[in-house]
Every structure is written in C-alpha cells, then in structure tokens.
C-alpha cells in the first residue's frame, strides 16, 4: 500500500456494529464487562477506547511502525518518554531545538537527575565526544526548529545503537508524508499532532510510532498511571485530518519552495533556513533523507534587531501572527520571543537564532497572495 492511500486505510475497518466508514466518537468514561476484568477489548477510557485505537493504528501505519500511542499534547507524548530514565542517566539532544522541548527538559527533568547535553548533531563528531557511559538516549530533531538544519537520522541511530542508547525522533516539522525515521533506523517517531498530522489548528494532540517493545510497554504504562490521554473528539479531529495529509502538505510544500527562492533574492533579508535550497549546508542530505524539502521557511533581516522582527510581522495581511505551524492556514512568528522564549538569549544566540529570525508556516493560500504579503510587509 502506498503513503497515499494508507492516509485513508492504514488499520482502518469499518466500525462493527453499523458499518460506519469513519470511526465513531465514542463518548464513554467506562466499558461494561461481563464478569470482572472480562470485557471486550476496554475497560476504561483513560487506559484505551476504540476511536483512539482506530487513530493509533493509523499513525503507527504511516510511520512503518508495529505500534502507535497517542497523548494529549506533543510535550505529553515527550514526558511519557522521558518517564523511561532515571536520575543519573544522560540524553544528548541537538542544540537547535523546540523551545518547550528544551524547557521540559532543563525545567522538569533536570531537576530530576537527568542529564543533558546540547550539541550541534549535524557534526556527529561532536555528538561522539558529548557519548559517555550513561548515555541512554539521543534526541534528534529535523528538520530543527527554527532553524531548518538537517540532521542524519540514519548515522545518529547507528552511533546511538552501538553505544546502547535510544534513538528518538521528533517528525513535526517533517511529517511521514515527507520523513519515516523508524526506516532510517530510529527506535521512534514523534509527533505534535496538532500540526501537520491534524492539520487545522484546532486541536490539541501528542503520538510516538515506535517497533520497539520495551519503548512502547513503557508508553502504555504511562498512559494507564499517568494519563495524558487525548479525548475522542480529539483523536476523530486528528483521524479527520490525517485523510487529507499528503495533498496539504504536498501543496503546502510547493509554494515554501517558491516563498524561499523569492526570500533568497530580496535585498532585506539576511539569511534564510530553507532545506530545498542548494545553498543549504544540509541540502544533499536533506535529499536522501526526505521526499521533499518540507514548509516551513525561516528567514533574519539585515537589520538584525528584534524590533525590526516584530515590525515587519506586524505589516502581513495574510500570514497570521501565532504561534504552532502545520496548518491549513499560513502563520508568522518570532521564535526568539515567543516558541523559543524559554531559552535564555545567549544560548539561541550560540545556536544561531538571532533576535530578527522570522518562521514561516506555509499553508495551502495561493501561493501569490503570500508572496504579495510578504512584498508589502518589506
């Protein structure tokens, strides 16, 4: 079965009991049980029900993995994860990252006993140096956020595996559509599914895909004793969403393409972070690792201050000042200030995202009406 067509099929079956094409909602706290712990596949709904079963099943499908958990944010999928450390353990993650994952780790995790590392893993030398003897876990974004660098998912998983840590992806920025880690050799795929997975920014929700068994019993435990579940209305809005994943993103992809070429030559801009350049230092492999480039686009002015950022943002009609990305619509933010807020100033700066960076959500609008907003707003 192609990508295509596992975003409609992948685990999917008519619902039993009316032959319902899309899965019901079903909107229960508890399952009847014939005798006590005897029952039909559910006993409570923290633990499981059926319309996230049926949204588990097809994730799990899109990432090539025998098994999908769902939560009730991306940053509840990463706790349930961590969950698997303990005080003295080591994970290194790239220093070009989502700035909640960065708080989660440094604010709630941290204090914990549990180690970290920042390293710029598109120099695996230098993750090499960062190994040490406890080292459990790599955790690897790419394309990074905001800066668009491309990390090698199929050597980082080598070098985590032979040193006996885990390799743990985080496909937001990417998708399936566009990126399947767990065939690179990761241990798992991440998602904020509030993003490209849903798709239309109305919805809250958290998956990790993963093959490997020991992750996965560890996830469901969190589910049962932690319960950071997402709700059904929550999961059918995702299942809804994932229907029309590869023609949003495909359009979405088409027109970044076409925004980065038209950033690239204008004279206000400084730099821009965009994979499907050639001018790209990760471009080539971006080519190899991906099916396309992705949509989101990340550029800083000549005048690199923050209150030319936030002026020049202020000036779109089209592209919406908020924060998230993925959705139908085109958003505009300011890492510095808002997403990567929680990382204090000289350690972004020391990754490169300077005071003026700008992020770019490209939606499925004409793609000449966004070029035309961000014309007027220079």
Not at 123 to 131: H, Q, R, S, W
Not at 148 to 160: C, T
Not at 336 to 346: C, L, N, R, V
Request: aromatic residues 8%.
């Amino acid at each position: 079965m192609r990508f295509n067509t596992k975003t409609i099929h992948a685990g999917q079956q008519n619902e039993e009991t009316s032959g319902a094409v899309m899965p019901p909602i079903f909107q229960t706290s508890t399952y009847a049980q014939e005798t006590p712990n005897v029952h039909k596949g559910y006993d409570y709904a923290r633990v499981g029900n059926p319309t996230r079963t049926a949204l588990e099943k097809l994730i799990a499908g899109l990432e090539g993995a025998d098994e999908c958990a769902c939560f009730a944010s991306g940053v509840a999928a990463m706790d349930a994860l961590l969950k698997m450390f303990r005080p003295g353990d080591h994970i290194i993650a790239t220093n070009d990252l989502y700035g909640g994952s960065y708080r989660l780790f440094t604010s709630v995790f941290e204090p914990y006993g549990i180690e970290f590392s920042f390293i710029d893993m598109t120099d695996l030398n230098k993750v090499k140096e960062a190994i040490k003897p406890n080292t459990k876990m790599f955790w690897i974004e790419t394309p990074t956020n905001p800066l668009l660098r491309v990390v090698d998912i199929k050597e980082l998983s080598k070098i985590a595996h032979k040193n006996g840590a885990f390799s743990i992806v985080d496909n937001t920025f990417a998708s399936p559509y566009l990126q399947r880690p767990l065939e690179l050799g990761a241990d798992a795929a991440l998602h904020s599914a509030t993003k490209y997975l849903a798709g239309h920014s109305d919805v809250i929700h958290g998956a990790v895909a993963t093959s490997n068994k020991e992750i996965m019993e560890n996830l469901r435990f969190q589910v049962k004793s932690t319960g950071a579940v997402p709700g059904p209305m929550d999961c059918y809005l995702v299942l809804r969403g994932i229907k029309t994943l590869s023609v949003r993103v495909q359009r979405a992809v088409e027109s970044a393409k076409k925004i980065a070429s038209y950033l690239n030559d204008h004279e206000l801009v400084d730099e821009i972070h965009y994979p499907g350049l050639p001018s790209h230092p990760q471009h080539n492999l971006a080519s190899e690792q991906m099916d396309d480039f992705g949509a989101m686009v990340s550029f800083s002015l000549k005048d690199n201050s923050m209150k030319a950022g936030i002026k020049f943002m202020a000036g779109t009609k089209i592209f919406t000042l908020a924060e998230s990305l993925g959705g139908v619509e085109s958003l505009i933010s300011h890492p510095a200030s808002m997403t990567h807020g929680s990382i204090p100033k000289e350690i972004r700066e020391k990754a490169g995202l300077k005071d003026s960076l700008i992020r770019l959500s490209i939606g499925i609008e004409d793609v000449d009406d966004l070029i035309e907003d961000l014309n007027q707003a220079f």
